[in-house]
């Protein structure tokens, strides 16, 4: 995270954040949080289980918990539009892409092509195994998954590939890409 060199009050964005512990990290950075997650349940558990005491406001569509430098809405990602991401420099994905099954994630990269602005970095972790022996989520996706999805618009650097390790009786491989919206 750290080679991105932002700001550290800038917004960073995490797409079906859930109730991620690596929120924390990023606010303990000083980036403003800014997540989105289709249930209210894991939201309000982030808030008790980490002492935030987050005020609730708004109502449906898209209600959202905030305070204390976190913005968390309640909702659909694919309903989310530009105007809540405003700022937003950078996008933390380490669960949501590879949440998503593979006919969804055509949908969600040209989603979120449309709420992010030319500069914006995306800091994506993957995980890779092989897709016949055991099936997800989280899914199997590949470099040519994201060379596939983002590669029209976003310039792709692959930064690491770590270490196989046991999942679910077969092996699986984590990748750290850092893409530039173009």
């Not at 430098?69 to 590879?98: M, P």
């Amino acid at each position: 995270w750290p080679m991105l060199n932002l700001d550290p009050e800038a917004p960073v964005f995490v797409p079906l954040c859930g109730k991620s512990k690596d929120m924390l990290y990023l606010r303990e950075q000083g980036h403003r949080i800014i997540g989105v997650e289709l249930s209210n349940f894991a939201l309000d558990c982030f808030s008790r289980e980490n002492h935030l005491y987050l005020n609730r406001v708004g109502a449906p569509p898209m209600p959202y918990f905030e305070g204390l430098g976190y913005l968390l809405i309640v909702g659909d990602f694919f309903k989310l539009d530009r105007a809540k991401l405003h700022g937003v420099c950078a996008v933390y994905d380490r669960a949501a892409l590879i949440a998503l099954p593979e006919d969804l994630r055509a949908q969600y990269a040209e989603h979120l092509k449309s709420l992010l602005q030319s500069g914006t970095k995306i800091f994506l972790i993957t995980l890779e195994y092989d897709d016949t022996e055991i099936t997800g989520p989280p899914f199997n996706v590949d470099q040519n998954n994201v060379e596939t999805l983002f590669g029209d618009w976003c310039q792709i650097e692959k930064i690491t590939q770590g270490k196989e390790e046991d999942f679910r009786g077969s092996t699986a491989r984590e990748h750290l890409y850092v893409l530039s919206v173009s």
